[in-house]
């Protein structure tokens, strides 16, 4: 008989993750110290193990199973739950497969985001941040979600896949839509009906959008990343409906969680006026070290799943059978005090500093980091360049999701002219 400790948490209460950010702290603090592996049944008692799953909270073993991907797959989906079939045909993307199919798609996709094929993007990324901020309101308020955060990434991706400005609005809604499926404000019905039907509707016409992009391409090739991925002339190429799917994962990991770092970075600095001083008296001599304690401290993305995929697997003293559900909360792993001195100090000089914002060293590791960085790296530049006294003001508004640490509106002050 394998041990399967059990313990009562709030880790599926969406409702729990909206408040009180100092208990999730304690709570996952109790669970590394005492129940690292802990399993978490969820729904009536006696359901068993199908239909629960083991809370892995400490950053060691997040570590260990993501460099295993033989014995914890990715293929049967990454969300806690099992998702429908036909939303994992839409999301279904590179970040749930599993080799050869991972392989082959991670291989096309790497074109665009290599360290070269990065390097001349920076004009465009400081172009591109200081038309926003012209655009910034003249009142010197702002929600810096809608107004800076959520547009930036956004439309660097846009810029990179040549998708037309105009699409840009509906692109946004969409991606709020799917990835904050489970909050109000973005869909009103919250029964299981009406959120499959209103992610149902947005995936639908991103498909649409990438679909016909990627089948324009294919006729008549231009200079940006869509054409790179489906219409190269070595090598194998993606699919319109490859693409179309890799573009709602793309949206969502480089809108979603950067604006989400750049948002949680304006809201902490904020509050470590000290830290954010320290930063500005010498820009370029901390921005590596602000940029990394920005990504521990926000943890954009708060899990993912693996799945076991054999009898007899072990992870430490824990025994797992095959289809045995493992939960990997990047959140905790980027507070374990066996890591992390002080981890609940904001610190931009803290070194080292590893991380798992973009997910643990494996085959799964984001391909968009050094995306990432650049764009942290300029969107704070030439915003204290612009406005060096803008400052986050009252209580973010919080995503209802276990899946996402997402704001979904920052009240901002600055001064004007």
């Given amino acids: 008989m394998i041990d399967t400790e059990e313990v009562s948490t709030p880790l599926v209460d969406l409702n729990w993750w909206q408040n009180n950010p100092a208990e999730r702290d304690e709570v996952f603090a109790d669970l590394r110290r005492n129940h690292p592996q802990v399993f978490v049944p969820v729904g009536a008692a006696g359901t068993g193990r199908a239909k629960g799953f083991y809370a892995l909270t400490r950053h060691a073993d997040i570590l260990e199973v993501s460099r295993r991907p033989e014995d914890f797959s990715s293929g049967e989906g990454t969300q806690i739950f099992d998702q429908p079939q036909k939303l994992r045909e839409y999301r279904g993307s590179i970040i749930d497969m599993d080799n050869p199919e991972h392989a082959r798609m991670r291989k096309i996709v790497s074109r665009g985001f ?102 324009e391409r294919i006729a008549d090739p231009k200079d940006d990343l869509i054409t790179r991925l489906v219409a190269a002339t070595e090598g194998d190429n993606l699919t319109p409906a490859e693409m179309a799917k890799f573009f709602i994962l793309l949206v969502g990991a480089g809108n979603e969680t950067t604006r989400n770092v750049i948002t949680h970075g304006l809201l902490v600095l904020s509050r470590n006026p000290d830290q954010r001083d320290t930063w500005m008296s010498d820009y370029e001599n901390y921005a590596t070290g602000a940029i990394e304690e920005m990504l521990r401290w926000a943890s954009p993305v708060v899990h993912m799943r693996r799945t076991v995929t054999r009898d007899g697997v072990r992870l430490g003293d824990k025994e797992f059978v095959k289809g045995d559900k493992v939960v990997l909360w990047y959140t905790s792993a980027n507070r374990d005090e066996e890591v992390f001195e002080n981890p609940y100090n904001f610190d931009i000089t803290r070194d080292p500093n590893p991380h798992l914002a973009f997910g643990a060293p494996g085959p799964h590791f984001c391909l968009g980091a050094h995306l990432a960085r ?44």
């Fill in 114 to 215: 290599t360290t070269r094929s990065l390097e001349g993007l920076r004009d465009e990324v400081e172009a591109t941040v200081r038309e926003i901020l012209d655009e910034m309101p003249a009142s010197g308020e702002c929600d810096f979600v809608s107004d800076f955060a959520a547009l930036l990434p956004l439309r660097i991706i846009d810029n990179m896949l040549g998708i037309p400005r105009e699409h840009e609005k509906f692109i946004l809604e969409a991606t709020n839509t799917i990835l904050g499926a489970s909050d109000a404000e973005y869909i009103e019905d919250q029964t299981a009906a009406g959120i499959g039907k209103a992610v149902t509707a947005a995936s639908e016409g991103l498909i649409t959008l990438l679909r016909t992009l990627s089948e």
């Fill in 374 to 417: 650049l764009e942290l790296d300029v969107a704070f530049r030439e915003l204290f360049t612009r406005y060096p006294d803008i400052r986050a003001v009252g209580e973010p508004a919080v995503l209802r999701s276990n899946f996402l640490n997402g704001i979904k509106h920052l009240r901002a002050t600055y001064s004007v002219g």
